[in-house]
T-cell receptor, first 113, second 117 residues
Framework: AQKVTQAQTEISVVEKEDVTLDCVYE???????LFWYKQPPSGELVFLIRRNSFDEQNEISGRYSWNFQKSTSSFNFTITASQVVDSAVYFC??????????FGKGTRLSVIA | DAGVIQSPRHEVTEMGQEVTLRCKPI?????LFWYRQTMMRGLELLIYFNNNVPIDDSGMPEDRFSAKMPNASFSTLKIQPSEPRDSAVYFC???????????????FGEGSWLTVV
């Protein structure tokens, strides 16, 4: 069975600080996809990134970066120079070829001005 | 692409009434999912379809809930009769598994916010 663990329930940082959100996953499948979604106060689930299990290359998109390490089954998300608009709940999720998306419980990030 | 479209965005109904939530997946996507989100239970998978066929409905809470996907571009989630504990945000999502390396991203609709009073 698939499982995603986000150990950090809530994080609070001051604007311009860097923050890393942790995600650890479990699966026996060799082909899988990992996701991060952002849920702002308005409630929608916004897709941020997808990583497939065969691509461990880290990715950077503006102030966002993701560190995928199969050796530790982790897919961590770092926001550099955080801004108030980054305040949201962030979900890490996992899907395999034939199973639905499994979510972590989410990390609530509060960025204080 | 228009994305996953859900309706209604918000609904307030009285206990005992029938509620129908609607979803239009992204064109060409072969999977459709219904999730429910509450403060207590987080995001729960209710049911999902592959090529319009229900694959797993084990997450449907009870017989009051039913879901259909009559064609590739439309799905409904029905609650009859509704109860206050059904109050939640219901998300529809779709996935394309045939897109090769660029596929398999799962996109969500904006959600249907249901309040049963």
């Amino acid at each position: 069975a698939q499982k995603v663990t986000q150990a950090q329930t809530e994080i609070s940082v001051v604007e311009k600080e860097d923050v890393t959100l942790d995600c650890v996953y479990e699966t026996r499948d060799t082909t899988y996809y990992l996701f991060w979604y952002k849920q702002p106060p308005s409630g929608e689930l916004v897709f941020l990134i997808r990583r497939n299990s065969f691509d461990e290359q880290n990715e950077i998109s503006g102030r966002y970066s993701w560190n995928f390490q199969k050796s530790t089954s982790s897919f961590n998300f770092t926001i550099t120079a955080s801004q108030v608009v980054d305040s949201a709940v962030y979900f890490c999720a996992l899907v395999t070829l034939n199973t639905p998306l499994v979510f972590g419980k989410g990390t609530r990030l509060s960025v204080i001005a | 692409d228009a994305g996953v479209i859900q309706s209604p965005r918000h609904e307030v109904t009285e206990m005992g009434q029938e509620v129908t939530l609607r979803c239009k997946p992204i064109s060409g996507h072969d999977y459709l999912f219904w999730y429910r989100q509450t403060m207590m239970r987080g995001l729960e998978l209710l049911i999902y379809f592959n090529n319009n066929v229900p694959i797993d409905d084990s997450g449907m809470p009870e017989d009051r809930f039913s879901a259909k996907m009559p064609n590739a571009s439309f799905s409904t989630l029905k609650i009859q009769p509704s109860e206050p504990r059904d109050s939640a945000v219901y998300f529809c999502a779709s996935r394309n598994t045939t897109g090769g390396l660029s596929g398999n991203t799962i996109y969500f609709g904006e959600g249907s916010w249901l309040t049963v009073v």
